[in-house]
């Protein structure tokens, strides 16, 4: 495989593993990212090769919102959640209205600051965040 391809393959991946891990669709992921919907899909693709200017903006953007993606200094793909980023995705995932429709969960495994394993029913879990909060603030 060449290098290019190669590249473009873990770019590719990282996003995805990024935006499945965070619960988004392309679009909502486009949003968060600053590009278009359709660069997404055809980045997701192998359609299209990321320009490096690009990448490197996307990679700041999720390093500002605790997400820490390398492609470059390795063979494999780090994707890596900081604890503000994950508290963020533990209320995501408690949030039951973000859910696909015929999808039910009676109960939720969390690990606690306590350091003890807490499981509850997922109606009594409190009010859950949004990704509204991942973003960073805009400029003005």
């Not at 600053?34 to 700041?60: C, D, F, H, Q």
């Not at 390795?74 to 890596?80: A, F, L, R």
């Not at 939720?108 to 306590?114: F, H, L, M, V």
């Amino acid at each position: 495989m060449s290098d290019k391809i190669e590249a473009n393959l873990k770019i590719a991946a990282a996003m995805r593993a990024v935006r499945n891990a965070l619960g988004v669709n392309q679009e909502e992921f486009a949003e968060l990212i600053g590009i278009s919907k359709p660069t997404v899909a055809r980045v997701e693709t192998l359609e299209v090769s990321m320009k490096l200017e690009m990448y490197t903006n996307i990679l700041k953007k999720l390093k500002k919102m605790g997400i820490k993606v390398d492609t470059i200094y390795s063979d494999s793909v780090h994707v890596e959640f900081e604890p503000r980023a994950l508290e963020i995705l533990r209320e995501n995932l408690a949030d039951a209205s973000k859910r696909r429709q015929g999808r039910s969960q009676t109960g939720i495994g969390i690990e606690s600051d306590r350091y003890h394993k807490l499981s509850m029913p997922i109606d009594s879990l409190p009010e859950a965040g949004t990704l509204e909060s991942l973003k960073s603030p805009k400029k003005k």
